[in-house]
């Protein structure tokens, strides 16, 4: 019965504060190396390259191709050899292949998100893809980011897509906690949960629920609110925590099972999670109020509630069971549920949440 909670050493959040990154980053080492895809590295090179330089540091550049394989963490490792800082800049998926270079040579490790999309900038692991886009494992590295540098301007002008996407990863953190917790499953550190991860989790959801909306509003327009700011936090530190600190369940077993199937492909992260959490919501056999409150919160804030969003109209019977076999795999966190969970129930459970949410949002569609 050992608790444990782990967490980054600092997280800095605002408007603008890529500028002070040298300071924020506080290291003694001589050398940073950036890990940035071209397209981030227009938008924010030129700012965290002289932020980093303002203190004394040099800097090189290591081109990110695009997916966390274990080839690219390879590359870009081989790249990084010597650096004293490695800052990852990007999606999750240049943080996680980041997070793996600077456990390798065991060097400081800035997070740099500039999308909103998963809980990558502040975990110890990275999912691990193959060549074929389909996910391989989370591979666990030991160490946390030393500080996590979200700045809210470059968050709030990326997309809005993948601000949704990270609202869905937010929503799910809640329900997988609570679920692990109460089962009392290992988290991701193999510990006991602590009151303190649990909070954080229902807290996370508490502020996508009551600021999501307005959140959304406001990054439809590029515009950086104090909802925005709030939101933000939830779906970047309190996600990241809650589901590291708190545990997992069906929903992201779901979610890997889903990407084995090539439609998907297209969907982001957090748009297949949402599917898993209403899977994992009939699979636990919750009242269906709480079902169609989430599909209702869903709804609001334009997040995927049906197959056929994430690209899955009208699934095979084999691609169902290749998704429900995939999410049953023994190390998936889909085991962390109270009870024995069988490929079946995973399919069965599938199919009838996305009938369900599909004759919810009839009912709420006008006319
Ligand atoms: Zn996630």
Known sequence: ??????????????????????????????????????????????????????????????????????????????????????????????????KAVAARHDTRMVTVPTIASTDAPTSSLSVVYTEEGEFEELRFHGVHPDLVLVDTAVIAAAPIRFFRSGIADAIATRFEAETAIEAGAENVFGGQSTRAARAIARECFRTVEAHGESALAAVERDAVTKNVESVVEAATLLSGIGFESGGLAAAHAVHDGLTRIEPTHDATHGEKVNIGTLTQLVLEGRDIEEFHDIVDLSLDLNLSVTLAQIGLTDPSDEQLRTIAEAACQPQETIHNEPFDVSPEAVREALVTADELARQRRNTREPG
Do not use: K, W
């Open 1 to 98: 019965m050992t608790r444990i909670f782990r967490s980054p050493s600092a997280y800095v959040q605002g408007r603008h504060v890529i500028d002070n990154i040298g300071e924020h980053a506080q290291t003694d080492g001589s050398r940073a190396v950036i890990i940035a895809d071209p397209a981030v590295r227009g938008i924010v090179g030129d700012s965290i390259r002289s932020g980093l330089e303002a203190t004394g540091l040099t800097t090189d550049f290591v081109d990110f191709g695009g997916t966390c394989t274990d080839s690219g963490i390879d590359r870009a490792a081989e790249e990084a050899e010597g650096a004293d800082l490695v800052v990852g800049a990007g999606g999750g998926r240049t943080l996680d292949t980041a």
